[in-house]
């Protein structure tokens, strides 16, 4: 299984960009489809999007359309997540997971289909 570290959360103002980063280690990352999901206080974890495995196919959560992209880099063996026009809803901490993949196509977006999970990253997003 892979080993995922997200990095780049924090504390900014509505409308301010943020990138969060998620560095992979242990196995090898083309082999896995990839997802951002995010959990606010008190509700449930949902998924901002996900990336197959090369990069062909993204899927993103309906509240982030247009404003959120992610991309992977499999050289570096890093998956990122840029985030603009964030609005206090973004406001959450974030998790990197992923999925073990045998075809291009795959790019789930259910929790249940990732198996490796990082420990999370806090955005704050202040009005």
């Known amino acids: 299984q892979v080993q995922l570290v997200e990095s780049g959360g924090g504390l900014v103002q509505a409308g301010a960009s943020l990138r969060l980063s998620c560095a992979a280690s242990?196995?090898?990352?083309?082999?896995?489809?990839l997802g951002w999901f995010r959990q606010a206080p008190g509700q449930a974890r949902e998924v901002v999007a996900a990336i197959s495995r090369g990069a062909h196919i993204t899927h993103y959560g309906e509240s982030v359309k247009g404003r959120f992209t992610i991309s992977r880099d499999n050289a570096k063996n890093i998956v990122y997540l840029q985030m603009n026009s964030l609005k206090p809803e973004d406001t959450a901490l974030y998790y990197c997971?992923?999925?073990?993949?045998?075809?291009?196509?795959?790019?789930?977006?259910?929790?249940?289909?990732?198996?490796?999970w990082g420990q999370g990253t806090q955005v704050t997003v202040s009005s």
């Open positions: 997971a992923a999925a073990r993949s045998f075809n291009n196509a795959y790019t789930p977006q259910r929790e249940a289909d990732f198996r490796s």
């Open positions: 242990g196995d090898i990352f083309s082999n896995y489809a």
